[in-house]
């Protein structure tokens, strides 16, 4: 249930000592308590089961148990994380609570999907009302910042990344310091914008020495475990499930390169972990990805919808090591320097929370 957003609450309200977090959000299963304390949160949680339908009901529920919290919470301030949230905070406004209100977004989607889909078209007269009446707008890419000013937002935006706890990385040790073989690995949802079956094509074009370990789930799993199949990589592609993030350092330190060929990305956290990890990275130049990725000096740019391409960076990256090095050794002092969560939570207290 952890994505870029929900690790970014749980870090930031982490470390936070001073404000006091409710959180409400969807129940997703019958084993989850509707009601505890994790970390600086009160998390509250709103029954599902019903597929999308529970997300649509959520925004109505959501805004009804907001209003009703904020009877004898008296909160200064709410908080939306991910543009959809806006739906909620708009409707608790249109029902008479004029509460303060930030907005963070965390979109990894496509501007048409979140945007110009029919289903949302016709409430984005909603959607234009949340950016506008915000009190502030963060942001964790440059490129996820000007979706804020396309929607009319007119106040200062905060571009404050997602980042890395440090400590997940202390003390990983490598079990496969011999080992011959060239293991490549994405940490991905199985969706259609992480392309991951683009990775799983540049195999073809790969030696036999070069596998590829694939960490996470999604809609397009059994579609993904055909084409490997239908391939004949079975012996080359492993793919391992769901990971908890505390074991994904890992799976990272016994690896040689991180892939995630996106074609679209908000920011992708995973590539930060990776970076801190020593990993050498290879992405493609789409969202907020070139906020940090510079071609050359922090990872290596391959085409978007390119499986060759993917491959001609991983043999750029076998055969000159000097530049690998060089590489690993750039990205890490840069997301030491900029993206350590402790950073982060400084910045949002004092740059957004602070100022409201």
């Known amino acids: 249930m952890v994505g870029g957003a929900e690790l970014a609450i749980k870090e930031i309200t982490d470390r936070i000592s001073d404000i006091e977090f409710d959180l409400i959000t969807l129940r997703f299963s019958k084993a989850h308590q509707k009601k505890e304390r994790v970390g600086n949160c009160t998390i509250y949680r709103i029954n599902g089961g019903l597929g999308y339908f529970s997300k649509i009901l959520f925004v109505p529920r959501a805004a009804f148990l907001a209003s009703e919290l904020n009877k004898t919470r008296h909160y200064d301030l709410f908080w939306a994380v991910m543009t959809n949230m806006l ?14 209100y ?51 937002y007119k106040g200062t935006i905060e571009v404050i990344p997602n980042g890395v706890d440090f400590n997940k990385f202390k003390n990983v040790k490598s079990l496969a310091s011999d080992r011959k073989e060239i293991v490549l690995i994405t940490t991905s949802r199985l969706e259609k914008k992480n392309a991951v079956g683009d990775i799983i094509d540049a195999l073809k074009f790969l030696p036999e020495n070069i596998s590829l370990e694939i960490l996470g789930s999604g809609m397009l799993e059994r579609v993904l475990k055909l084409k490997v199949r239908n391939l004949k990589l079975g012996n080359r592609v492993k793919f391992l499930g ?27 956290t995973s590539f930060i972990e990776a970076m801190a990890t020593e990993l050498p990275v290879i992405a493609t130049p789409v969202g907020g990805i070139p906020d940090f990725l510079k071609d050359r ?9 390119n499986p ?33 969560w402790n950073l982060i939570a400084n910045e949002m207290k004092s740059k957004v929370f602070d100022t409201l």
């Open 297 to 305: 000096e922090t990872g290596l740019f391959c085409e978007v919808n």
């Open 242 to 268: 769901l990971i908890s993030p505390q074991e994904i350092p890992v799976y990272l330190q016994n690896s040689d390169i991180f892939i995630r060929p996106s074609i679209s990305e908000g920011m992708g």
């Open 308 to 340: 060759k391409s993917i491959a001609d960076k991983v043999m750029e990256y076998v055969n000159d090591p000097v530049l690998r090095s060089e590489i690993v050794k750039n990205a890490k002092e840069m997301v030491i320097k900029k993206y350590d």
């Open 102 to 152: 930030i907005l963070t977004l965390q979109d990894g989607d496509p501007f048409e999907y979140v945007f110009k889909r029919l289903r949302i078209r016709i409430f984005l007269p909603l959607l234009k009302y949340g950016f506008r009446h915000a009190s502030k707008v963060q942001t964790i890419s440059t490129f996820l910042a000007n979706w804020a000013v396309c929607m009319g």
């Open 87 to 100: 739906f909620p905070i708009t409707l608790t406004r249109l029902l008479g609570n004029n509460t303060p």
